[in-house]
């Protein structure tokens, strides 16, 4: 189908047609509308009274209903029925029903290790215990859907390097400030430094091991490390300098500032500030390397993998834990938690620990002539890239129930408020959407991950990560296979005093790092 690119003249919407389609979006508003709308008003206007606070969303509400959105409508359009089948998962999963299909499969009684959840942590997993784990030593990799189903196969299809150094230390700090009474100032600036170089360090390592693993092994999953260009133009300007100076301070080199005629070349955006550009990050067919992952761990006599296995409960016994299926019980001697959003629904200490927050994204044929392919692309409220012929583009944050973690319900409003953004940075467009689905990221309130032990024993998680998954699971779950094994040969970039559970399962017993002086 060809696509038509209009210019601004194409883009003028008669005062009837507006109101006509403002109606149709009021109409049309469901909970999940809601459920966006106060999460944008909270993180605008959250320090204002109580009316002014609401004032401000009406007024931006309406302008966005009637004049805004109703202005970029034929930009994108919605010509007929809209799937909800994420773009990444439109390919034929290799693995679906595995391994059902044999009508002679059936659980094993017990296991080594059982790894929940089959996403990017679950595929990280398996393929590090295959390549390092003797003969002997089986792990089972258990997931309720298909590989990849779950946010692995729904987000916006990047390798990212993570959160930037300036960003990981305002929110800790933050959050010591909140939680931790027996810390004075000096102490919370010191832990939250050593906390954000932890984690750029770990995440730096990831970001490498990705790269480096899909060169070594052949993966074919699209994968193309172009960066991640974020534009700031709704940021004071000193903010990208402050953030660019400490992590280059720190010496972390790759979120740098780029003039907005670099950001152009690199990306197609039409900006007036500089904007952030993250050196390494990547893009790539996310559900496409999880499915890699498992296909080379399964050709190793040590891991087994049983989709469509929901795990309803795991139970601790003399020898371990039993890990209870709605196919059958599986004992082992050490389980690994890869549910990320799904956590608190098995392990209900994790409410308000780790917090499922919906994203979202949508696709179609078109978009921005000048969108360039293979990059990263972000505002401040909205992300995109093309891939392709298609065009991806989406936003999120707004925190839903335990129970609802997974859940497959987009905002169509934030849709449509995505394409006037597009809009904005891009000028106008012709874009038909295909696709719209959203998912659920695990949040922790110091927004760092959780990477290790939790009850001191043989479970263990990797959660967390704060829609940074790309950025945490692939070495997280290297680490935990090595301690699971008792290998000590490659770093561990995971130290159980910044990434232990403990410190927001128990702070007050958790054994924080040292704080003689700052680590350099």
Aim: aromatic share 10%.
């Amino acid at each position: 189908m060809k696509i038509d690119h209009p210019d601004s003249a194409d883009m003028h919407v008669p005062l009837l047609l507006r109101f006509c389609i403002g109606l149709r979006m009021i109409c049309g508003v469901r909970k999940q509308d809601f459920q966006a709308g106060a999460t944008y008003r909270f993180m605008n206007w959250g320090d204002r009274p109580f009316l002014v606070r609401w004032f401000c969303f009406v007024k931006w509400a309406l302008y966005q209903t009637f004049v805004a959105i109703p202005s970029a409508a034929k930009c994108l359009r919605v010509d007929g029925p809209v799937s909800s089948t994420p773009m990444w998962l439109l390919d034929e999963n290799p693995l679906a029903n595995h391994p059902w299909e044999n009508a002679d499969a059936k659980l094993p009684d017990a296991a080594d290790v059982v790894v929940i959840g089959a996403g990017f942590t679950g595929g990280g997993c398996a393929y590090h215990w295959a390549r390092r784990a003797p003969s002997d030593r089986r792990m089972v990799v258990l997931e309720m859907d298909d590989p990849a189903s779950g946010s692995s196969g729904r987000n916006e299809g990047l390798v990212v390097v993570g959160r930037y150094f300036k960003v990981v230390y305002d929110r800790v700090l933050s959050h010591l400030r909140n939680s931790c009474a027996q810390f004075d100032a000096a102490q919370r600036e010191l832990l939250a430094r050593q906390f954000a170089r932890r984690y750029c360090e770990a995440a730096y390592y990831n970001a490498d091991l990705i790269a480096s693993t899909i060169r070594d092994e052949g993966f074919d999953c699209d994968y193309n490390r172009a960066g991640w260009v974020q534009g700031q133009e709704d940021a004071p300007a000193e903010s990208l300098r402050d953030s660019v100076a400490m992590a280059a301070a720190e010496g972390f080199p790759d979120w740098v500032s780029i003039s907005p005629e670099e950001a152009g070349e690199r990306s197609g955006m039409r900006l007036t500030k500089p904007a952030g550009f993250s050196i390494a990050a990547a893009s790539w067919h996310p559900a496409k390397w999880v499915w890699c992952l498992l296909q080379k761990a399964l050709s190793s006599e040590t891991v087994e993998l049983f989709t469509r296995t929901k795990v309803t409960v795991v139970d601790a016994d003399a020898d371990g834990y039993i890990v209870r299926t709605d196919r059958g019980d599986i004992r082992c001697r050490s389980v690994i938690y890869a549910t990320e959003s799904y956590t608190p629904k098995l392990l209900s200490r994790f409410h308000d620990k780790i917090l499922p927050m919906q994203e979202q994204a949508a696709s179609g044929d078109g978009g921005p002539p000048g969108l360039k392919p293979h990059i990263g692309i972000s505002g401040t409220w909205w992300f995109g890239g093309r891939y392709a012929q298609r065009v991806l583009f989406g936003a999120g944050g707004s925190r839903v129930p335990d129970e609802e973690a997974g859940r497959n319900l987009p905002s169509r409003f934030l849709s449509r408020f995505v394409g006037q953004q597009m809009v904005r940075f891009f000028g106008p467009y012709r874009l038909v959407m295909k696709n719209e689905w959203s998912g659920t990221v695990g949040y922790t309130p110091d927004e760092y991950p959780v990477v290790g032990a939790i009850d001191g024993k043989g479970q263990h998680i990797i959660g967390g990560m704060c829609g940074s998954g790309s950025g945490v699971s692939f070495n997280g779950a290297r680490c935990i296979c090595n301690r699971i094994l008792g290998l000590t040969d490659e770093p561990d970039h995971y130290p159980a005093e910044c990434f232990g559970p403990s410190r927001l399962l128990d702070p007050e017993t958790h054994q924080w790092p040292a704080m003689d002086q700052p680590e350099k």
